[in-house]
């Protein structure tokens, strides 16, 4: 075998293996009798609650606001960092919420730094994470960027109505545990 022949092998079998792993993620298989195939396996999209965490009236540029999604005991937050950021909601673009968990060994990271939009450094190892860019890794042992919590914006309300990314200790963000529940 040639080594182009070779690596071009290589190279198709690492797409099918990448392509394996991918795809599946964000998705769960369930077996339903009813369906138009005749008891096939469907692909459903993860359902996760929509929860009302907060109100833009509550936020005040560089402070932070803690809650817990998708489940009770995992901490997140939410803040109106004052500048454009790539996904946030808002008249300005600018509210942002993220796991504040370490995606290292899962220590919860409660010290903010606004003047830089850096959460960190993680009581444990001293991960920080970059907000502005997406809770990317900036500082430390964490090689993950942060779960992002995707949020909605009902007049003045603030909904959180996912999780981008698997929340520490998971392998899956809604099985198996007792979500948060809707609250008025």
Do not use: K
């Amino acid at each position: 075998m040639r080594r182009r022949d070779f690596l071009l092998a290589g190279g198709a079998a690492g797409a099918v293996v990448a392509g394996g792993i991918l795809v599946p993620v964000g998705l769960v298989l369930t077996d339903d009798d009813d369906n138009a195939t005749g008891g096939a396996t469907n692909a459903q999209l993860l359902s996760f609650p929509r929860v009302r965490i907060g109100a833009v009236s509550d936020l005040a540029v560089g402070e932070p606001l803690f809650f817990d999604y998708p489940f009770e005991g995992h901490s997140n937050l939410v803040v109106l960092v004052g500048e454009r950021i790539l996904g946030g909601i808002g008249d300005g673009h600018d509210i942002v919420a993220f796991s504040n968990q370490c995606t290292h060994m899962g220590c919860v990271i409660t010290e903010y730094h606004p003047d830089e939009n850096v959460l960190g450094p993680c009581p444990c190892h001293f991960s920080s994470f970059d907000l502005s860019r997406d809770g990317i890794a900036s500082f430390g042992q964490a090689t993950q960027n942060l779960p992002r919590v995707l949020l909605e914006l009902d007049n003045d309300d603030i909904y959180a109505t996912g999780i981008f990314r698997l929340v520490y200790g998971h392998s899956d963000n809604v099985a198996g545990e007792s979500l948060v529940e809707v609250r008025s």
